[in-house]
């Protein structure tokens, strides 16, 4: 029983210690103390079918087999409706991102709006603040609407 509470106490004594070393118990797609998790959103008020027509590019950072590099990369999505947002994790400190959004038609739509905002969280915080935002009339593939932002050193 003695040598029983003896590795209970050890065990327990490192359980806390781990647990101190915050970045230790994330993996390689959480959001670190030191970084950014960056959410892009865009929004279209429109009364047509966005299914496959409207594209959202932004800056990740990491590869093409989700491994994390710390460098950016700007990928492309096609949207399947008239709002969505993309959430990256990993945003190092003192990045540039960029977030644009276009339309895939020969002419713009009337009565068509885009609208696309950052918002950021530091750390593993959820309390997310909206940094940037900009809205415009139909976007076409030679005029995307766009929206960058450097991300703070701090």
Do not use: W
């Not at 101190?20 to 429109?46: A, P, Q, R, W």
Request: aromatic share 12%; charged share 25%; glycine share 4%.
């Amino acid at each position: 029983m003695k040598h029983l509470i003896h590795y209970f106490s050890i065990a327990l004594c490192l359980m806390v210690a781990l647990s101190g070393c915050d970045d230790l118990l994330y993996d390689d797609h959480d959001t670190h103390k030191d970084e950014y998790t960056v959410d892009y959103n865009v929004t279209y008020s429109t009364i047509y079918d966005f299914h496959n027509i409207a594209h959202a590019s932004f800056t990740l950072f990491f590869d093409e087999d989700g491994d994390y590099t710390g460098r950016p990369r700007q990928v492309e999505r096609v949207l399947d409706d008239t709002h969505r947002y993309f959430r990256v994790e990993r945003v190092p400190q003192g990045a540039h991102v960029e977030f644009s959004t276009f339309v895939d038609v020969p002419e713009a739509l009337p009565n068509t709006k885009a609208k696309i905002s950052i918002e950021i969280s530091k750390g593993h915080s959820y309390e997310y603040t909206e940094v940037a935002s900009i809205e415009a009339d139909c976007p076409l593939r030679d005029n995307p609407l766009t929206l960058t932002y450097d991300i703070p050193n701090k």
